[in-house]
Protein backbone atom coordinates (compact mmCIF):
# COMPACT_ATOMS: atom_id res chain seq x y z
CA UNK A 1 0.00 0.00 0.00
CA UNK A 2 1.77 3.72 -0.91
CA UNK A 3 1.45 6.31 1.64
CA UNK A 4 2.02 9.54 1.19
CA UNK A 5 3.63 12.58 3.77
CA UNK A 6 3.34 15.97 2.58
CA UNK A 7 5.37 18.39 4.98
CA UNK A 8 4.46 22.19 4.96
CA UNK A 9 5.28 25.24 7.36
CA UNK A 10 6.96 28.69 6.99
CA UNK A 11 10.16 30.06 5.92
CA UNK A 12 13.14 28.42 7.92
CA UNK A 13 10.74 26.13 9.60
CA UNK A 14 13.11 23.39 9.66
CA UNK A 15 10.41 21.51 6.62
CA UNK A 16 14.28 19.97 4.66
CA UNK A 17 15.63 18.81 7.89
CA UNK A 18 12.94 16.88 9.03
CA UNK A 19 12.59 15.25 5.96
CA UNK A 20 15.89 14.09 5.78
CA UNK A 21 15.80 12.90 8.93
CA UNK A 22 12.95 11.18 9.05
CA UNK A 23 12.60 9.87 5.59
CA UNK A 24 14.39 6.82 4.23
CA UNK A 25 17.03 8.29 2.29
CA UNK A 26 16.65 4.83 -0.27
CA UNK A 27 12.62 5.44 -0.01
CA UNK A 28 11.01 6.18 -3.00
CA UNK A 29 10.62 10.39 -2.22
CA UNK A 30 9.61 12.78 -4.59
CA UNK A 31 11.10 16.40 -3.33
CA UNK A 32 8.67 19.40 -4.46
CA UNK A 33 10.91 22.12 -3.64
CA UNK A 34 9.51 25.71 -3.77
CA UNK A 35 11.75 27.88 -3.22
CA UNK A 36 13.73 30.72 -5.64
CA UNK A 37 17.01 32.03 -5.30
CA UNK A 38 16.19 35.36 -5.50
CA UNK A 39 19.31 36.72 -3.32
CA UNK A 40 22.99 35.11 -2.65
CA UNK A 41 21.49 34.23 1.17
CA UNK A 42 18.88 32.10 -0.61
CA UNK A 43 20.73 30.34 -3.37
CA UNK A 44 22.97 29.07 -0.54
CA UNK A 45 20.25 28.09 1.42
CA UNK A 46 18.86 26.17 -1.68
CA UNK A 47 22.49 24.85 -2.71
CA UNK A 48 23.12 23.35 1.06
CA UNK A 49 19.65 21.94 0.77
CA UNK A 50 20.46 20.28 -2.72
CA UNK A 51 23.51 18.57 -1.52
CA UNK A 52 22.06 17.41 2.27
CA UNK A 53 19.00 15.84 -0.10
CA UNK A 54 19.54 11.69 -0.95
CA UNK A 55 20.69 11.23 -4.11
CA UNK A 56 18.02 8.68 -4.59
CA UNK A 57 15.17 10.85 -4.02
CA UNK A 58 13.56 13.12 -7.06
CA UNK A 59 13.54 16.42 -6.68
CA UNK A 60 10.94 18.36 -8.19
CA UNK A 61 11.19 22.57 -9.22
CA UNK A 62 8.19 23.88 -8.18
CA UNK A 63 8.00 27.61 -6.89
CA UNK A 64 4.46 28.74 -8.52
CA UNK A 65 3.13 25.63 -9.63
CA UNK A 66 2.75 23.54 -6.37
CA UNK A 67 -0.76 22.66 -7.20
CA UNK A 68 -0.22 20.94 -10.69
CA UNK A 69 3.04 19.62 -9.08
CA UNK A 70 1.59 17.41 -6.69
CA UNK A 71 -0.91 16.18 -9.24
CA UNK A 72 1.84 14.69 -11.31
Given at each position: ?8 G??R ?7 V?G ?13 E??D?D??Q????H???RP ?9 L???A??A?
Open positions: MATSLLIVGASGKSRFAALSPRGRVTFIATAARGMARIARQAEAAWTTVEAPELTALS
